[in-house]
């Protein structure tokens, strides 16, 4: 799927926004959420703050992985959603295998990332 994927799903307001993950490593049985919007339309990233389960923490570059390898990407792109636990939560989403995370050499997969509303992305 292209960068034209993630998109509001419902003309009403509230206006809803969907992720979709093929069966891959990351999410075996493939993964399809529903998230409320809280904010403007999607921003396409190239960058996030985040910290891994490793402890590293810096702006990790961040693509959407297109094939089950992560070596075909895309954009990814992030939107202010509401969370039930946090309130307002940035979504971070990308292809159809979900996200592709590099910082100094390392390499993370994950399928998204649910985030406080203030991280920073480039």
């Not at 959420?33 to 960058?47: D, W």
């Not at 307002?88 to 979900?98: K, P």
Request: charged content about 25%; aromatic content about 4%; glycine content about 10%.
């Amino acid at each position: 799927m292209d960068s034209e994927r993630l998109a509001t799903v419902s003309t009403e307001n509230p206006t809803f926004t969907d992720v979709f993950v093929e069966p891959c490593a990351i999410a075996q049985d493939g993964l399809v959420l529903r998230f409320m919007l809280a904010g403007p339309p999607a921003k396409t990233i190239e960058a996030v703050r985040y910290e891994d389960d490793d402890g590293r923490s810096g702006l990790w570059r961040v693509r959407g992985a297109l094939d089950a390898d992560g070596s075909n990407t895309d954009v990814a792109r992030a939107v202010l959603v509401q969370d039930s636990g946090e309130g307002t939560s940035l979504l971070i989403e990308g292809g159809t295998h979900g996200l592709v995370l590099t910082l100094e050499g390392a390499t993370v997969r994950v399928p998204y990332l649910l985030l406080a509303e203030n991280t920073e992305t480039a």
